[in-house]
């Protein structure tokens, strides 16, 4: 599965920025099998992950970023996206893409893309 992300880019503290994660050769009986969902990596920590997207819809979040940012599938375009508002220092970061098979448990990563708030 390739996953192509894009979004990413300097954005001052307080402000916004989507990002977008397509799987594009992913049929839709494929699609609508896979978890999707975003990690992220700050400098010199461990990848954590940000939040995550069930076939039908249910969405869970990391505790840092609940009632801030909003994760959603896109099912014409194969895509999951980061809606992120008020966007702290704290979330910078390199975040990638990623779908889990829900059937065998096998997960693909996109490239990452990179985040950065100023303060």
């Known amino acids: 599965v390739q996953l192509q992300a894009s979004g990413g880019g300097l954005v001052q503290a307080g402000g916004s920025r989507k990002l977008s994660c397509r799987a594009p050769?992913?049929?839709?009986?494929?699609?609508?099998?896979?978890?999707l969902g975003w990690y992220r990596q700050a400098p010199g920590k461990q990848r954590e992950l940000v939040a995550t997207?069930?076939?039908?819809?249910?969405?869970t979040y990391a505790e840092a970023v609940k009632d801030r940012f909003t994760i959603s599938r896109e099912t014409t375009r194969r895509a999951v996206h980061l809606q992120m508002n008020s966007l702290d220092p704290e979330d910078t970061g390199v975040y990638y893409c990623?779908?889990?098979?829900?059937?065998?448990?096998?997960?693909?990563w996109g490239q990452g893309t990179q985040v950065t708030v100023s303060s």
């Open positions: 990623y779908v889990k098979d829900s059937r065998t448990a096998r997960e693909y």
């Open positions: 050769r992913m049929i839709l009986s494929e699609y609508n099998a896979h978890i």
């Open positions: 997207i069930a076939p039908r819809g249910t969405a």
